[in-house]
C-alpha cells in the first residue's frame, strides 16, 4: 500500500469517515462501517446522484428487497454466468482473485477478458507466486467461482434465495407493474439506491474491494426503433475516452473529444450510452472528482457482462492505479426477455400504431378431438408448439404432416388436424419488449474517489497542512462554529449561533476545545468548508469572523445574515471572494 492509500485509511478511520467492521471479533474482510463523518459524506453524494439522475432526468425511484428467490437468477443469468477466477494455493490453502494477481505483478491491465485456461497460463509464465506464502502456483488449476451470497428463505432448504449482487434486478422483476405507473408509454426510467452484496474472493483496498455495497443505479426502458436521447443536451461536454481499439494497439494514447463527435464517429456506439457519459461527466465534476485523474474506458469483448452488447466504465486514478466507479451499459431487451420468459408474466409493452394495419398471420386451431385421445396429456403441450413453430416458420406446416418437440420427444401430427391456415388481421399495435440502458454508479468507491481526490497539502503560518478540499454541498459539516474563549458570553453566544444554523437546515459543529488554530486544523482535515468564530467584537456590534477553509481567507459578516450566506455558499450561488 502506498502513502496516498495509507494516509487516507489513517484519516478515514481516525476522524469518523469509515472504519473495518466488526473489529471487537477480529474484523472479517470486505464489511466496513461509514463513521458520523463518513455516513454524512456517503448521504450527502447520494442526495447529489439522486437530484442529477432521478429529479433533473425526470425519472421514478423505487426500494427493493435485498434478498430474492432462487428463480429471479436463474432468469437473469447470475446462477452461471456471476463468476471470477479463483486459484487456491497447494501449500497454504489460501484463495486468490487470479486475474488479480496477473495484473498486479505484470504488465497485463486487464486479465479479467482472459478465459480461465489462458490466465492459469500467465500464471506460469511469470512464474507468479502465493501472496500469502510464496508457495509457486505454476500448474495450479484456475477455475470460476460464483459471487452471490446464498441464503433459505423462511425455515428449512425448500425456498432457496440469495442477496442481490446488483441492485437491478428488484426493478427488472416489477416491470409489470412499475410500467403501468409509466402509463404503458415508453421511455421511462427507474433509479434505485440500495444495498448489494457479492461474495469477493479477495477484498482488498478499503472501499474498493468489498462484500457489502451501495449501488446506485438507473435503468431506463427505450423503445429501439423510436426513441433517441436527447443528446443535444451534451453533444458540447468533452470526455477522456479509452476505446476498446485504443487498448488493443501498442502505444496509442487517450482520445479527446465531445460526446456529440464520440457518438457521431461511432468511437461510442450508442448514442443513450453516449448521453449518459456526458451527463455523468458533469455530476462527477459537481462532487468534485478531479477530471485530469479520470477516464472513459469501453469493455474489451472478454470482459463484458453477459448482458451487455457494449459497456463502457467510468475509471478514476487513485494511489497510481484506474480503478471502475460506474459501468455505463446497453442492455439490450436481454433482462426483460429473459424475466418473461422463466415467469411466464408479460414484460412487453403494447406500442399503438398511428393507424392500423393490416398484416397476414400464421395460426392453428388444432382439432383436439384428434389430438386429445391421440396424445393425451402431452395434447396441450403440442398445441403451445404448434402455435410458436406458425408464428416462427410456417413453411413447416408445407408437408403433409409437422413435426414438433415437447420434453425432448418429437410428435408428428398431420397438417389437416392443426387447422393451420394464413389470414389477414387487422393490428392497432403490437407488444415490444424494451430495450435498457444502465448507469451503474458504486457509491463506495465514489466516496473513496472524492475523498483521495480532496486530500490536499499546503503550508499555513509556517505549520504543514492536510486538509479535505470537498466541495460545499458534499461536505459532511457545512460550518464549525467556535468563541475564542468559552467566557464572558462568547460560549453561550456560539451555541446559540450554531443552534440557529442547524434550523435552517446546515449541519453545524461546535468546537471550543484548545486554541484557534488547532480548531481550525480539525475542521480542515474532515473538509468544512466554513468557520465562524465569535469574539469580544460579536458581543458587541453582532458581527463574527467567517474563515473559508481551502485559502484561509477571513471575512467579517452579521450574525443576521450567517444563514442566508452560508446557504448560497453551499449552494455555489455565492463565492467567498465576493463577501
Known sequence: MSSDAERLSELAKRRGFYFPASGAYGGVAGFYVYGPQGAALKRNLEDTWRDQFVVKEGHEEIDAPTIMPEPVFEASGHLDGFDDMIVECPECGESHRADHLVEDNTDIEEAESYSPEEVAELIAEYDLECPSCHAKLAGTEVSEFNLMFGTNIGPGSSSPGYLRPETAQGIFVEFPRLKEYARNTLPFGVAQIGTAYRNEI????????????????????????????????????????????????????????????????????????????????????????????????????????????????????????????????????????????????????????????????????????????????????????????????????????????????????????????????????????????????????????????????????????TFLKLVPELAPTNVAVFPLMDRDGMGEQAHEIADTLRQYGLSAAYDDSGNIGRRYRRQDEIGTPFCVTVDYESLEDGTVTVRERDTTAQARVAIADLPELLLALRAGDRSFDDL
Open 202 to 465: 479477495s477484498p482488498r483496498r478499503g472501499l474498493i474491494r468489498v462484500r457489502e455495497f451501495t449501488q446506485a443505479e438507473l435503468e431506463h426502458f427505450i423503445d429501439p426503433e423510436a426513441d433517441e436521447p436527447p443528446l443535444h443536451r451534451v453533444a458540447d461536454v468533452e470526455v477522456t475516452l479509452y476505446p476498446a481499439a485504443q487498448q488493443q494497439a501498442d502505444g496509442q494514447e487517450y482520445v479527446t473529444m465531445t460526446v456529440g463527435d464520440a457518438v457521431e464517429q461511432g468511437v461510442i456506439e450508442s448514442a443513450w450510452v453516449g448521453y449518459y457519459l456526458g451527463v455523468a461527466a458533469g455530476w462527477y465534476e459537481r462532487i468534485g472528482v478531479d477530471m485530469d485523474r479520470f477516464r472513459y474506458r469501453q469493455h474489451l469483448a472478454g470482459e463484458r457482462a453477459h448482458y451487455a452488447s457494449d459497456c463502457w466504465d467510468a475509471e478514476a486514478e487513485l494511489d497510481g492505479n484506474w480503478v471502475e466507479i460506474t459501468g455505463f451499459a446497453y442492455r439490450g431487451d436481454y433482462d426483460l426477455s429473459h424475466h418473461g420468459a422463466h415467469s411466464g408474466e408479460e414484460f412487453t409493452i403494447f406500442k399503438q400504431y398511428d393507424e392500423p394495419k393490416t398484416v397476414e398471420r400464421a395460426v392453428v386451431d388444432p382439432d383436439m378431438a384428434y389430438l386429445g385421445p391421440e396424445y393425451g396429456s402431452a395434447a396441450g403441450q403440442i398445441v403451445e408448439e404448434l402455435e410458436a413453430l406458425a408464428a416462427r416458420d410456417r413453411s413447416a406446416f408445407d408437408g403433409d404432416d409437422v413435426t414438433v418437440e415437447v420434453d425432448g420427444e418429437a410428435y408428428t401430427i398431420p397438417v389437416e388436424k392443426t387447422g393451420f391456415a394464413v389470414e389477414e388481421q387487422t393490428e392497432s399495435g403490437e407488444h415490444i419488449t424494451p430495450h435498457v440502458v444502465e448507469p451503474s454508479f458504486g457509491v463506495g468507491r465514489i466516496v473513496h474517489t472524492v475523498l483521495e481526490h480532496a486530500m490536499t497539502e499546503d503550508e499555513v503560518d509556517g505549520e504543514e497542512r
